[in-house]
């Protein structure tokens, strides 16, 4: 699946060091279209840091390519090809109206690429349109990122811990809503569940201290 | 697909901030300032050579002063680092939005929700006057409006770039407070007192006083009167002498104008050449 034409991401002896401490050590890796990846490891392991570095939002040593691309000179560019769903909800005071229309406009999508997923996951958008995003439940912001994040139909979906704070119902949903997803995409799910992804991911990385310590193919249909 | 970033982060920094309690707050208070003023029949009085709505004006500003730079030092320093510390930030970027767009944004909704209530205030107390017969000060009425918006700009980039450099937003609004702190210890009474203690010359406390956006505003805001009037102050007295009035005002002008244009480039290159997480 992962041949050099196809390779969305690519890091070639990638560093990124807070002050003194190296958190990704000369990291040489590369992720292809149609890849599942689950990207796993301990606290501190730079699973975090990575997903930054590819967002743009870090500076680094070394060369990262996203989508051909650097990411800190493209950002923008790229940033329209790439999904995020983040580990912890940032506390927004706008209400879920206000946050539909800003990405209307923002992606050029309907509300309905949004709304459709949100309600699948069991989130009733219409009786709560006005209300503000950081009163919502943990659950109902995520189910809203989520489907902020697939509404747009990026190349690239990263997702740190996206189910975390889903119900069973939902999480079985979103989980099957990845399964279908466009097969041509890029998805990078960092989680501590392995046997809740098990079943939708093609590769496995394992890092700790800032390196690969572990990358393995998985055949689904053996799975 | 178009660039229309910067006009959709407006758009929704706007909305946040019409729904926000420190917006409506601070809009009352000058609000509330020029009604009280008009109440207490601040345009019948005369105190040494100001009256009519001349004196309203003058007192409105005098509260500027005192008010609005640490004002909109203490909102915006916490602007981005506070996004940044809850994770706001790491979001926002993640979407299709430049680093510049961001930035500038915040700046330009934040430029429009200090600089609008202020406006509006003085507009209102015009308006008011007219209604009920006063002569308006018009020549003073543009200066005033001018110098509010250049010293609005100025100190928003310079809390732009405190924010950008802040670690955490307790150490952004200290780093404000003590840039106030010290903004004002430079104005007049200070300077004067420390030009006859350690005997300083005339010149270097012109200087200080000159780089000082807090008194080259309190400067402008006296200059279209007399300027022999005790009421000025010694370094404004001795600043107006010196480069004389027309000087002065274009450079009251200009100065605040280029010290926010300074420190918003320095902000936004700095926000685009760091992590910005």
């Known amino acids: 699946m992962n041949t050099t034409d196809n390779i969305l991401i690519e890091a070639q002896h990638l560093t990124k060091m807070f002050k003194n401490a190296t958190v990704i050590d000369d990291l040489s890796i590369a992720f292809g279209g149609g890849e599942r990846i689950s990207l796993s490891g301990p606290n501190g392991a730079g699973k975090t840091t990575l997903m930054r570095c590819i967002l743009g939002q870090y500076l680094y040593q070394g060369k990262l390519s996203v989508l051909g691309q650097n990411p800190r000179k493209h950002h923008l560019e790229i940033m329209r090809n790439v999904g995020f769903v983040p580990q912890l909800a940032p506390p927004l005071k706008m209400t879920i109206q206000e946050l539909i229309g800003f990405f209307v406009q923002l992606t050029d999508r309907h509300s309905e690429d949004f709304t459709r997923i949100a309600e699948k996951m069991g989130l009733q958008i219409q009786p709560n349109l006005r209300k503000p995003f950081y009163k919502l439940s943990g659950g109902m912001k995520q189910k809203l990122l989520v489907a902020f994040a697939l509404g747009r139909d990026p190349k690239i979906l990263l997702m740190d811990e996206p189910a975390a704070n889903l119900d069973p119902a939902a999480r079985m949903i979103f989980f099957d809503y990845l399964q279908n997803y466009n097969p041509q995409a890029l998805m990078i799910l960092c989680s501590h569940r392995m046997n809740e992804i098990a079943g939708i991911i093609n590769r496995n990385i394992e890092m700790d201290l800032g390196k690969v310590v572990l990358d393995q193919k998985i055949n689904q249909t053996l799975n | 697909m178009k660039n229309h970033d910067l006009k959709y982060v407006l758009k929704l920094e706007l909305m946040q901030s019409l729904r926000s309690t420190w917006f409506w707050s601070y809009s009352i208070l000058f609000g509330g300032f020029v009604a009280i003023m008009f109440a207490l029949g601040i345009t019948e009085s005369q105190v040494i050579g100001f009256l009519g709505l001349g004196r309203l004006m003058i007192t409105f500003m005098q509260v500027c002063i005192v008010v609005l730079p640490i004002y909109i030092l203490i909102t ?56 009920q017969g006063i002569d308006v000060p018009w020549d003073l009425f543009a200066l005033y409006v001018v110098l509010l918006a250049v010293l609005t700009f100025c100190f928003l980039g310079i809390g732009m770039m405190i924010s950008v450099k802040a670690n955490t ?92 244009f300074l420190f918003l480039w320095l902000s936004l290159r700095s926000f685009k050449n760091n992590d910005v997480v």
């Not at chain 2, 939005?97 to 205030?121: C, D, H, M, N, Q």
Request: proline share 4%; hydrophobic share 55%; aromatic share 14%.
């Open chain 2, 169 to 260: 937003q307790t150490h952004a609004i200290g780093s404000a407070f003590i840039l106030w702190l010290l903004l004002v210890a430079l104005l007049d009474i200070i300077l004067m007192g420390a030009m006859l203690k350690l005997r300083i010359s005339p010149e270097l406390v012109i200087g200080f006083g000159m780089i000082n956006p807090l008194q080259v505003f309190r400067t402008g805001v006296l200059v279209l009167f007399d300027p022999s009037l005790t009421v000025m102050g010694a370094a404004s007295y001795y600043i107006l002498d010196t480069v004389g009035r027309g000087i002065f005002i274009t450079f009251s002008i200009i100065y605040p104008l280029l010290l926010g």
């Open chain 2, 76 to 131: 915006t320093v916490r602007s981005i680092v506070g996004d940044r510390e809850t994770h706001v930030m790491e979001y926002f970027l993640s979407l299709p939005i430049s680093f510049s767009s961001y930035l500038l944004g915040k700046f330009i909704s934040r430029y429009i929700e200090i600089f609008t209530p202020v406006f509006l205030a003085l507009t209102g107390a015009v308006l008011w006057g007219m209604f």
